[in-house]
């Protein structure tokens, strides 16, 4: 099968996949072995508007690797792990390496936000298919689309 049709064959897949399992998560721990998802950290009340030159500036003190600016959004990231996705949403919080392209809320961000977990039971590649198309829906401010795995 050449690329072009696995490619194909990977997006019928990724338009009829549905979340085996959608978590509002609350508590870190109910992520606990969770290998592979998506997931969505999105601004609850504040102004995204404000929140996005927040970011900016912190971005420009080049204190830590930050993920790349789009336009102001109630959805402030959209992203995906296949390798432990606690580890990869504590990243996000502020707790993980300096160089680590995250969001690093707690370094500057005060507001209040929410993240929802989506879990999918298929391929990597088709994993990476459906982020993409919920962040192209979502539009988020921050973060780029595509894998690291290219």
């Given at each position: 099968?050449?690329?072009?049709?696995?490619?194909?064959?990977?997006?019928?897949?990724?338009?009829?996949?549905?979340?085996s399992?959608?978590?509002?998560?609350?508590?870190?721990?109910?992520?606990?072995?969770?290998?592979k998802?998506?997931?969505?950290?999105?601004?609850?009340?504040?102004?995204?508007e404000?929140?996005?030159?927040?970011?900016?500036r912190?971005?420009?003190?080049?204190?830590?690797?930050?993920?790349?600016?789009?336009?102001?959004?109630?959805v402030?990231?959209?992203?995906?792990?296949?390798?432990?996705?606690?580890?990869?949403?504590?990243?996000?919080?502020?707790?993980?390496?300096?160089?680590?392209?995250?969001?690093?809320?707690s370094?500057?961000?005060n507001?209040?936000?929410?993240?929802?977990?989506?879990?999918?039971?298929?391929t990597?590649?088709v994993?990476?298919?459906?982020?993409?198309?919920?962040?192209?829906?979502?539009?988020?401010a921050f973060?780029k689309?595509?894998?690291n795995?290219?």
């Amino acid at each position: 099968m050449s690329y072009i049709d696995k490619l194909i064959e990977n997006c019928k897949t990724a338009k009829a996949a549905l979340p085996s399992k959608i978590t509002e998560v609350d508590d870190l721990s109910a992520l606990d072995g969770v290998q592979k998802a998506i997931y969505i950290i999105e601004e609850q009340g504040g102004n995204p508007e404000e929140t996005f030159l927040a970011f900016s500036r912190y971005k420009e003190k080049k204190e830590r690797a930050c993920a790349k600016l789009n336009a102001p959004s109630r959805v402030m990231y959209v992203g995906s792990s296949t390798t432990g996705v606690k580890k990869r949403i504590e990243q996000h919080m502020g707790q993980g390496n300096k160089g680590t392209y995250a969001l690093h809320l707690s370094h500057w961000f005060n507001g209040k936000y929410q993240v929802t977990v989506k879990q999918y039971d298929v391929t990597n590649e088709v994993l990476q298919i459906i982020e993409d198309d919920l962040s192209d829906a979502l539009k988020p401010a921050f973060g780029k689309q595509g894998g690291n795995n290219k």
